[in-house]
Protein backbone atom coordinates (compact mmCIF):
# COMPACT_ATOMS: atom_id res chain seq x y z
CA UNK A 1 0.00 0.00 0.00
CA UNK A 2 3.00 2.28 0.75
CA UNK A 3 6.34 2.37 -0.04
CA UNK A 4 9.52 3.97 0.70
CA UNK A 5 12.26 3.61 -1.71
CA UNK A 6 15.81 5.10 -0.69
CA UNK A 7 14.01 8.06 0.88
CA UNK A 8 16.04 10.91 1.62
CA UNK A 9 14.92 14.35 3.24
CA UNK A 10 17.08 17.37 3.47
CA UNK A 11 16.87 20.88 4.30
CA UNK A 12 19.83 22.69 2.48
CA UNK A 13 23.26 21.17 3.04
CA UNK A 14 22.00 19.29 6.37
CA UNK A 15 20.91 15.68 5.20
CA UNK A 16 17.71 14.81 7.27
CA UNK A 17 16.89 11.25 6.07
CA UNK A 18 19.11 9.12 4.19
CA UNK A 19 18.43 5.43 2.47
CA UNK A 20 15.16 4.86 4.26
CA UNK A 21 13.25 1.60 2.16
CA UNK A 22 9.90 0.33 3.43
CA UNK A 23 7.12 -1.44 2.60
CA UNK A 24 3.95 -1.42 4.61
CA UNK A 25 0.88 -3.09 3.64
CA UNK A 26 -2.80 -2.54 3.49
CA UNK A 27 -3.69 -2.43 7.13
CA UNK A 28 -0.73 -2.30 9.35
CA UNK A 29 -0.51 -0.14 12.32
CA UNK A 30 3.49 1.23 11.60
CA UNK A 31 5.09 3.15 14.62
CA UNK A 32 8.06 5.41 13.64
CA UNK A 33 10.11 5.69 17.04
CA UNK A 34 13.56 7.70 17.48
CA UNK A 35 15.46 10.01 19.44
CA UNK A 36 14.32 13.72 19.58
CA UNK A 37 15.10 16.07 16.18
CA UNK A 38 16.11 12.92 14.43
CA UNK A 39 13.47 13.32 11.39
CA UNK A 40 10.72 11.61 12.32
CA UNK A 41 8.02 14.06 11.55
CA UNK A 42 9.82 15.03 8.68
CA UNK A 43 9.60 11.54 7.35
CA UNK A 44 5.78 12.25 8.01
CA UNK A 45 4.86 14.85 6.21
CA UNK A 46 7.22 13.45 3.23
CA UNK A 47 4.53 10.81 2.78
CA UNK A 48 1.80 13.03 3.38
CA UNK A 49 3.11 14.75 0.31
CA UNK A 50 3.36 18.40 2.09
CA UNK A 51 7.52 18.04 1.60
CA UNK A 52 8.74 17.02 -1.78
CA UNK A 53 11.26 13.82 -1.38
CA UNK A 54 15.54 15.03 -2.09
CA UNK A 55 15.96 11.32 -2.86
CA UNK A 56 14.54 7.73 -3.58
CA UNK A 57 10.33 8.18 -3.85
CA UNK A 58 7.53 7.47 -1.79
CA UNK A 59 4.35 5.60 -3.55
CA UNK A 60 1.11 4.49 -2.55
CA UNK A 61 -0.88 1.85 -4.10
CA UNK A 62 2.15 2.20 -6.72
CA UNK A 63 1.59 5.62 -7.50
CA UNK A 64 4.69 8.13 -6.67
CA UNK A 65 3.65 10.73 -4.21
CA UNK A 66 3.84 14.59 -5.96
CA UNK A 67 1.41 16.26 -3.66
CA UNK A 68 -1.05 15.47 -0.99
CA UNK A 69 -3.18 12.00 -1.98
CA UNK A 70 -6.41 11.21 -1.61
CA UNK A 71 -7.83 9.30 0.85
CA UNK A 72 -5.14 10.34 3.42
CA UNK A 73 -5.85 12.28 6.69
CA UNK A 74 -3.45 13.67 8.77
CA UNK A 75 -3.54 14.16 12.70
CA UNK A 76 -1.38 16.34 14.21
CA UNK A 77 -0.40 16.90 17.65
CA UNK A 78 -1.22 20.34 17.80
CA UNK A 79 -4.77 19.63 18.13
CA UNK A 80 -5.75 23.49 18.76
CA UNK A 81 -4.05 24.90 15.92
CA UNK A 82 -5.65 22.14 13.74
CA UNK A 83 -9.45 23.13 14.17
CA UNK A 84 -11.64 26.28 13.40
CA UNK A 85 -12.49 28.05 16.71
CA UNK A 86 -15.46 29.94 15.00
CA UNK A 87 -16.96 26.80 13.87
CA UNK A 88 -19.10 24.23 15.90
CA UNK A 89 -17.48 20.58 16.73
CA UNK A 90 -19.75 19.21 14.58
CA UNK A 91 -18.71 21.78 11.24
CA UNK A 92 -15.26 21.22 12.52
CA UNK A 93 -15.74 17.28 12.28
CA UNK A 94 -18.11 17.68 8.85
CA UNK A 95 -15.34 19.79 7.08
CA UNK A 96 -13.72 17.34 4.93
CA UNK A 97 -17.06 16.22 3.64
CA UNK A 98 -17.65 19.41 1.68
CA UNK A 99 -15.35 17.83 -1.09
CA UNK A 100 -17.93 14.98 -1.85
CA UNK A 101 -20.75 17.38 -2.23
CA UNK A 102 -22.99 15.89 0.71
CA UNK A 103 -25.63 18.05 1.16
CA UNK A 104 -25.59 19.71 4.42
CA UNK A 105 -28.18 17.73 6.44
CA UNK A 106 -26.05 14.30 5.36
CA UNK A 107 -22.62 15.85 6.46
CA UNK A 108 -24.40 16.61 9.77
CA UNK A 109 -25.49 13.18 10.11
CA UNK A 110 -22.22 11.79 9.27
CA UNK A 111 -19.75 13.98 11.51
CA UNK A 112 -22.90 13.42 14.94
CA UNK A 113 -22.28 9.43 13.56
CA UNK A 114 -18.32 9.64 14.36
CA UNK A 115 -18.59 11.95 17.23
CA UNK A 116 -20.99 9.22 19.35
CA UNK A 117 -17.92 6.88 17.76
CA UNK A 118 -15.07 8.38 19.30
CA UNK A 119 -16.86 9.37 22.78
CA UNK A 120 -18.29 12.75 22.17
CA UNK A 121 -21.77 12.31 22.04
CA UNK A 122 -23.69 15.51 22.74
CA UNK A 123 -20.61 17.99 21.68
CA UNK A 124 -21.77 18.79 18.45
CA UNK A 125 -23.63 22.35 19.12
CA UNK A 126 -20.18 23.31 21.22
CA UNK A 127 -17.02 25.16 20.07
CA UNK A 128 -13.58 23.83 20.33
CA UNK A 129 -12.49 26.57 22.77
CA UNK A 130 -15.01 24.99 25.22
CA UNK A 131 -13.40 21.42 25.23
CA UNK A 132 -10.50 19.40 26.75
CA UNK A 133 -7.56 19.32 25.39
CA UNK A 134 -8.28 15.67 25.18
CA UNK A 135 -11.67 16.37 23.83
CA UNK A 136 -10.19 18.32 20.75
CA UNK A 137 -7.57 15.92 20.16
CA UNK A 138 -10.88 13.27 19.39
CA UNK A 139 -12.77 15.96 17.60
CA UNK A 140 -9.20 15.66 15.22
CA UNK A 141 -9.25 12.24 14.84
CA UNK A 142 -13.12 11.67 14.40
CA UNK A 143 -12.52 14.81 11.72
CA UNK A 144 -9.57 12.51 9.99
CA UNK A 145 -11.95 9.33 9.75
CA UNK A 146 -14.89 11.14 9.06
CA UNK A 147 -13.78 10.51 5.11
CA UNK A 148 -12.59 7.12 5.62
CA UNK A 149 -9.12 7.02 4.66
CA UNK A 150 -6.99 3.94 3.73
CA UNK A 151 -4.40 5.97 4.67
CA UNK A 152 -4.06 7.82 8.06
CA UNK A 153 -1.24 9.84 9.15
CA UNK A 154 -0.54 10.63 12.52
CA UNK A 155 2.15 12.87 14.31
CA UNK A 156 2.54 12.57 18.44
CA UNK A 157 -1.32 12.92 18.66
CA UNK A 158 -1.17 12.48 21.99
CA UNK A 159 2.56 13.92 23.03
CA UNK A 160 0.64 16.46 25.02
CA UNK A 161 -2.08 15.20 26.76
CA UNK A 162 -2.15 13.78 31.00
CA UNK A 163 -1.44 9.95 31.45
CA UNK A 164 -4.82 9.02 31.58
CA UNK A 165 -6.17 10.73 28.60
CA UNK A 166 -3.34 9.34 26.32
CA UNK A 167 -4.11 5.77 27.16
CA UNK A 168 -7.86 6.45 26.51
CA UNK A 169 -6.80 7.67 23.22
CA UNK A 170 -4.39 5.05 22.51
CA UNK A 171 -7.61 2.65 22.99
CA UNK A 172 -9.33 4.63 20.55
CA UNK A 173 -6.85 4.11 18.04
CA UNK A 174 -6.22 0.17 18.93
CA UNK A 175 -10.26 0.15 18.27
CA UNK A 176 -10.44 1.96 15.10
CA UNK A 177 -7.49 -0.01 13.90
CA UNK A 178 -9.16 -3.20 14.51
CA UNK A 179 -12.55 -2.00 13.16
CA UNK A 180 -11.45 -0.34 10.41
CA UNK A 181 -8.49 -1.67 8.93
CA UNK A 182 -6.98 1.24 7.76
CA UNK A 183 -3.19 1.56 7.20
CA UNK A 184 -1.87 3.65 10.23
CA UNK A 185 1.99 5.19 10.25
CA UNK A 186 1.51 6.84 13.69
CA UNK A 187 4.93 8.91 14.88
CA UNK A 188 5.72 9.07 18.63
CA UNK A 189 8.35 9.69 21.15
CA UNK A 190 6.69 7.04 23.79
CA UNK A 191 8.34 3.63 23.32
CA UNK A 192 5.70 2.02 25.51
CA UNK A 193 3.09 3.85 23.03
CA UNK A 194 4.41 2.01 20.10
CA UNK A 195 4.70 -1.09 21.12
CA UNK A 196 1.15 -1.06 22.58
CA UNK A 197 -0.47 0.04 19.80
CA UNK A 198 1.59 -1.30 16.46
CA UNK A 199 1.55 -3.81 14.26
CA UNK A 200 5.56 -3.25 13.94
CA UNK A 201 7.63 -0.57 14.77
CA UNK A 202 10.15 0.94 13.09
CA UNK A 203 13.47 2.97 15.10
CA UNK A 204 15.23 5.64 12.88
CA UNK A 205 19.31 6.87 14.44
CA UNK A 206 19.97 9.69 15.96
CA UNK A 207 20.48 12.96 13.57
CA UNK A 208 22.00 13.53 11.43
CA UNK A 209 21.09 11.69 8.03
CA UNK A 210 18.46 9.36 10.07
CA UNK A 211 18.01 5.94 8.92
CA UNK A 212 16.11 2.62 9.88
CA UNK A 213 18.62 0.63 12.76
CA UNK A 214 15.58 -1.72 13.80
CA UNK A 215 11.96 -2.89 11.79
CA UNK A 216 10.68 -4.61 15.01
CA UNK A 217 7.18 -7.08 14.32
CA UNK A 218 4.73 -6.22 17.20
CA UNK A 219 3.24 -9.84 18.00
CA UNK A 220 1.35 -9.39 20.79
CA UNK A 221 -2.16 -10.78 22.10
CA UNK A 222 -5.34 -9.13 20.94
CA UNK A 223 -7.24 -7.44 22.33
CA UNK A 224 -5.21 -5.44 24.19
CA UNK A 225 -5.67 -3.80 27.56
CA UNK A 226 -3.24 -1.17 29.23
CA UNK A 227 -2.88 -3.02 32.14
CA UNK A 228 -2.49 -6.88 31.21
CA UNK A 229 -0.64 -6.17 28.27
CA UNK A 230 1.50 -3.44 29.73
CA UNK A 231 2.59 -6.17 31.93
CA UNK A 232 3.10 -8.78 30.06
CA UNK A 233 7.07 -10.50 29.85
CA UNK A 234 6.69 -10.13 25.54
CA UNK A 235 5.66 -6.47 26.38
CA UNK A 236 8.54 -5.70 28.50
CA UNK A 237 10.90 -7.49 26.45
CA UNK A 238 10.03 -5.83 23.02
CA UNK A 239 10.00 -2.30 24.82
CA UNK A 240 13.60 -3.06 26.56
CA UNK A 241 14.66 -4.01 23.07
CA UNK A 242 13.21 -0.87 21.42
CA UNK A 243 14.25 1.08 23.60
CA UNK A 244 18.14 -0.06 23.26
CA UNK A 245 18.05 0.92 19.51
CA UNK A 246 17.13 4.24 20.26
CA UNK A 247 19.42 4.98 22.19
CA UNK A 248 22.23 3.41 20.60
CA UNK A 249 24.69 5.96 19.01
CA UNK A 250 24.57 6.61 15.58
CA UNK A 251 28.59 5.98 14.57
CA UNK A 252 27.97 2.24 16.29
Known amino acids: MLRLDALGQRYGDHQVLHDISLTVPDGQLLCVVGPSGCGKSTLLRTVAGLLPAAEGTVTIDGTPVTGVPDRMSVVFQDYARSL ?21 AARRAEAEDILDRVGLTGTADRHPWQ ?4 MQQRVAIARALIGRPSLLLMDEPFGSLDAQTREDLEDLLVEVHRTDGATIVLVTHDIDE ?7 VVVLSQAPAAHVVLDQPIDLPDPREQLTTRGAPE ?15 ATS
Open 131 to 134: LSGG
Open 194 to 200: SVYVGDR
Open 235 to 249: FVGLRSKIGQAVRTP
Open 84 to 104: LPWMTIRDNVALPLRRRGLRR
